[in-house]
DNA sequence: GCTATACCGGAGCGAATCGCTCCGCAAGCG
DNA sequence: CGCTTGCGGAGCGATTCGCTCCGGTATAGC
């Protein structure tokens, strides 16, 4: 065997293949949630299931990766609210950026994979950087006082799983995805308004604790 | 044979594994949305797996069972929210109500069952009750305008199935479950006076058609 | 008591689906 | 051409599904 082999011939098509596998991965899990199967991940690709198995040694794998990626979006989004000037506009690009991103694709499989070194890191930057996006509106006094960034994050959570965009994807009602992300946009609207300061009566019970969070990545069933 | 044979022996203990086997179907639906198996169902229940299917021919004959009462219990929020005076009292009562219901079983099943006639039935009596609290909340100008009926529902929906409990649920940690339902209850709050007049801007895009909803009960993929 | 009967629980069937392995083949390079 | 490299997908064992079927058990009448 030589030193220096001979360089890969099909090197390209390869990358090409594991950005369609990221993407379809991520789109069969929005659509299918926890029961997600590989080989409708590698369909939707349009690639074998032998080359998913090749870049990624398991199901397990493909999906961290998955996750690492989706926690940058996250912090990006966050970042980029905090590069506003005005609390507010940055509070509300991180709400309406998080929803956009879609379901991804870590709500559905919290709990079914071992975390990473690098979720960890990610995951600390973007709560670090929505306190400080919450803690700046309180500030300047547009955020209605008694909401938590716990609160935030449990709003955007709840707001970003669809049951009707997913259900209407299931059926394959493409023509209804307009008619339903708008839907969802105005109800987006309803939250942020019910966000803004000054509030009429304050929140009801205690404000929730981080454990709702980090707790649901522990072992599963 | 003689002409009126003997009393049935056991049914009271029939009875009895009817209403346990309706409630734990409830639960399981909830739980495991639409892969729940009956399998799961009956041992919830307490019940063996002979005798859900003695009472109940199909799977799908109990989703429908279920489907009716789900859709009563909606339907009596409504006309609940109308007997109260006040408009807005009357609206969030509705609103909260159908939340607590949990998610009723409908959202997950939709599309995989067939209608029944008391399916439809309660379905347009509860639209007729919603669309008069809707009404009516305008008229008392204490209902953001630009709010229809169907945003209503459709904010609704949103907040009824949470993925957070939901997950919770699932690894067995009862310990969080009350925390996780005041989260829940904190958002609804803030939804709510997301909903209330006046809007500090409208809503955007056009408001949702009802055939977001009459489209979702169609044959499924 | 005993018998007849209505109802119970669950082992287990065939079918479907899962994650994953393995291998014959095609495409690009010297 | 020969060699390498990555490709697609048939198919494995395991699991889970909805559902059937039957031996057993509790109860009402005699």
């Not at 098509?13 to 991520?26: G, I, M, P, T």
């Amino acid at each position: 065997m030589t030193e220096h082999t001979r360089r890969a011939p099909r090197q390209a098509e390869a990358e090409r293949n594991d950005r369609a596998l990221l993407q379809a991965a991520r789109e069969v899990l929005a659509l299918d949630g926890e029961h997600a199967s590989v080989a409708r991940i590698a369909e939707r690709a349009g690639v074998g299931i032998g080359s998913l198995y090749r870049r990624y040694r398991t199901k397990e794998e493909l999906f961290q990766r998955l996750c690492e990626i989706a926690l940058d979006d996250y912090l990006a989004a966050a970042e980029q609210g905090l590069a506003d000037d005005d609390p507010w506009a940055g509070l509300a690009h991180y709400v309406t950026s998080s929803i956009a991103l879609g379901p991804g694709s870590l709500g559905p499989i919290a709990g079914t994979i071992a975390l990473t070194d690098a979720m960890n890191a990610s995951s600390e930057r973007a709560d670090a950087a929505v306190a400080a996006l919450v803690e700046r509106a309180h500030a300047a006094g547009v955020l209605r006082p008694d909401v938590t960034a716990a609160d935030l994050e449990l709003l955007i959570e709840q707001l970003t799983k669809s049951p009707l965009v997913d259900q209407l994807n299931r059926q394959g009602r493409t023509d209804l995805a307009e008619a339903a992300r708008n839907a969802r946009a105005r109800i987006t609207a309803i939250a942020l308004d019910g966000l803004r300061a000054p509030a009429p009566h304050p929140l009801p019970g205690d404000p929730p604790g981080y454990e709702l969070f980090t707790e649901r990545w522990k072992p599963a069933t």
